[in-house]
């Protein structure tokens, strides 16, 4: 089964109609969905995603958003571990000429460790990282 990781503004964009990348971001869930699809995500990237829906849409929302991902049947989380962690600071210190988030580092490592190529992201630093970015076509 193909896998994607999904970053934080990809599930942002999805969600908020308002959002500048809401129509791609469509465009690329149905694609994925067609193909079925394994969407892989971390608890960093939802705790991202949660806070700012928290602080943007509101409490419920953010809620209802995470109930959604957590049972969703096409959707995996991965959770950052010890040893993701430390891989995740060596990661972030060696590229300190980046400005790449902690939480972007540590979904770098987390793709590494699982074999995953592509992201489901508006984020060029993954292109920066080295993988490839799910385009709607």
């Known amino acids: 089964m193909k896998k994607v990781f999904v970053d934080t503004g990809a599930w942002i964009a999805l969600a ?3 959002d500048i990348h809401h129509p791609q971001a469509g465009a690329i869930a149905d694609k994925l969905n067609s193909e079925n699809t394994l969407l892989i995500t971390s608890d960093y990237v939802l705790d991202e995603a949660l806070t700012w829906f928290r602080y943007n849409a509101g409490h419920k929302v953010a809620t209802e958003f995470a ?3 957590m049972t969703s049947n096409v959707t995996e989380i ?3 571990d010890e040893i993701i962690f ?3 600071i ?3 210190r060696k590229y300190d000429d ?5 939480t972007d580092c540590s979904s770098f490592v987390l793709m590494r460790a699982h074999r995953i190529r592509q992201a489901f992201t508006f ?3 993954f292109l920066t990282a080295g ?3 799910v385009s709607p076509i």
Do not use: A, P
Request: aromatic letters at 20%; proline letters at 0%; glycine letters at 0%.
């Open 123 to 125: 984020d060029s630093h």
């Open 16 to 18: 908020e109609r308002n």
């Open 90 to 92: 060596e990661l972030f």
């Open 78 to 80: 991965l959770y950052i």
């Open 131 to 133: 993988f490839e970015l």
């Open 67 to 69: 109930v959604q991902v």
């Open 86 to 88: 430390n891989k995740t």
């Open 98 to 102: 980046q400005k790449f988030s902690f």
